[in-house]
C-alpha cells in the first residue's frame, strides 16, 4: 500500500500508579489515525511506563520491515490475513489467554468470523472495519454508491485509489462478481482491465495522505478508511462528505494487535492489549476510530455512533492468505503500476 510513511512518537509520562514496571519501554508498531492519545497516555500513566509509537500505512510495509530485520518491536497491529502470514512465517508468539482477561468482554458472534487464526492463539482482535469511498457531496452531486465512480471521466484528476494491491484488485474482482481472492488468471484478466478504466481517472493511486488530500481538495473522491479521511476534516467538510461501503466491492477486515517473538517486552505487551479490552479504554478508541464494537461491554458507554454499523457489513468479504498464490495477483498489480 504505502512506503516510507513512518513517523516517531515518544511519549513518556512518569506519574501514576505504583506498578512494578518503572524503567520499561514498550514498542507499538500501528496504523496511522489508529488509536487515541488520551489511550496511550492512560497506559503510560498507570503503568509508569515509556511508549515509543510508530507508525505503517500498510500490511506490506510493516511486513518488510520486520522481515528485513527490524527486531525492536513488541506489539503490531497487522490485518486478518496478514496475521496468516506472520504466523506462518514464525514472527508471532503464541498467546497465554491466562494473561488476558479482559477477552470476556469479545463479542463471540465476531470473534466465531475468525478463521485466520482460530480460537485466537497468535492474535486479538482490535478493529473489525471495511474499507469505503468518501465523496465530497458539494462538488461530486449525483454519483452511484460503488466503484462505477472511478469509471468517470468528469471526475478525472480529481479522485484516489488505495495504493493497495489487495485492496484495489479486490475491489475489482469483486465488482465483477469474483471473490477478491481470486487468483484464477481469466478473473484476473478482467480485473486488470477494469483497474486500467479506474486509472485513467485518478490522479494517483495513494495509501499515505488521501486523507490530507481530501480534506485541502486535491481529492473530491477518495477509496480508503473512513478513520483516515474524517481525522482530517473540520466540521463544514464533515457535514459535506459522504462515506459509504460500495454496493459491489467491499471487503472488510479485522485488525488485530500481536505480539511479536522478537519482543524483549512481553509482558508489558500482555498489559497493553489487556487494559485496550478494558470496556472504558477500549469506548475510547472506538469514540475516536468510530467502528463498530467487537467489545460488548464498551458499546453501552460509547459516546458517538459508529460510521456504520456490523449490519453494514453482511456483504463484504475478508481477504485471505492466498499463500504462495500472491504473486499472481502481485504479478497483475505490477503490470497495472507500470501500464498506461
Not at 514498542?27 to 505503517?56: A, H, L, R, T
Request: charged content about 30%.
Amino acid at each position: 500500500m504505502k512506503k516510507l510513511f513512518i513517523f516517531l512518537m515518544l511519549l513518556s509520562l512518569f506519574a501514576g500508579c505504583s506498578k512494578e514496571k518503572k524503567g520499561d519501554t514498550l514498542f507499538v508498531y500501528n496504523w496511522s489515525y489508529y488509536i487515541p492519545q488520551e489511550v496511550i497516555d492512560g497506559f503510560v500513566n498507570e503503568y509508569k511506563v515509556k511508549v515509543i509509537y510508530d507508525v505503517f500505512s500498510s500490511n506490506e510495509e510493516m511486513y518488510a520491515k520486520l522481515q528485513a530485520g527490524a527486531t525492536g518491536y513488541d506489539i503490531t497491529f497487522p490485518t486478518n490475513d496478514y496475521v496468516s502470514v506472520m504466523k506462518k512465517a514464525g514472527l508471532l508468539e503464541k498467546l497465554d489467554k491466562s494473561k488476558l482477561s479482559n477477552l470476556k468482554y469479545l463479542d463471540k458472534s465476531l470473534t466465531d468470523l475468525i478463521t485466520y487464526d482460530p480460537g485466537m492463539e497468535y492474535s486479538i482482535p482490535y478493529v473489525l472495519g471495511a474499507t469505503g469511498i468518501a465523496v465530497n457531496k458539494k462538488k461530486v452531486k449525483n454519483y452511484s454508491k460503488d466503484f462505477s465512480l472511478f469509471e468517470r471521466s468528469d471526475l478525472k484528476g480529481k479522485m484516489a485509489l488505495l495504493d493497495d494491491m489487495r485492496e484495489v484488485l479486490g475491489s475489482a474482482l469483486m465488482t465483477l462478481g469474483y471473490s477478491p481472492n481470486s487468483v484464477k488468471a481469466e478473473e484476473l484478466k478482467q480485473a486488470k482491465a477494469l483497474v486500467m478504466k479506474w486509472k485513467k481517472n485518478i490522479l494517483k493511486f495513494d495509501a499515505e495522505s488521501f486523507g490530507k488530500g481530501y480534506a485541502n481538495g486535491e481529492y473530491w473522491v477518495v477509496h480508503g478508511y473512513a478513520e483516515n479521511v474524517f481525522e482530517e476534516l473540520d466540521d463544514e467538510m464533515k457535514n459535506n462528505t459522504d462515506f459509504f461501503l460500495p454496493e459491489k466491492g467491499c471487503q472488510m477486515y479485522i485488525d488485530s494487535m500481536v505480539i511479536l517473538k522478537s519482543s524483549q517486552n512481553k509482558e508489558l505487551a500482555y498489559d497493553f492489549i489487556n487494559y485496550i479490552h478494558r470496556p472504558e479504554v477500549y469506548a475510547k478508541v472506538m469514540d475516536f476510530v468510530k467502528s463498530p464494537s467487537i467489545n460488548e461491554e464498551a458499546r453501552k458507554i460509547l459516546k458517538f455512533q459508529p460510521r456504520y454499523k456490523t449490519e453494514d457489513l453482511k456483504r463484504c468479504i475478508f481477504k485471505d492468505d492466498l499463500g504462495n498464490d500472491i504473486e499472481l495477483q502481485n504479478k497483475v498489480w505490477q503490470e497495472i503500476m507500470v501500464e498506461n
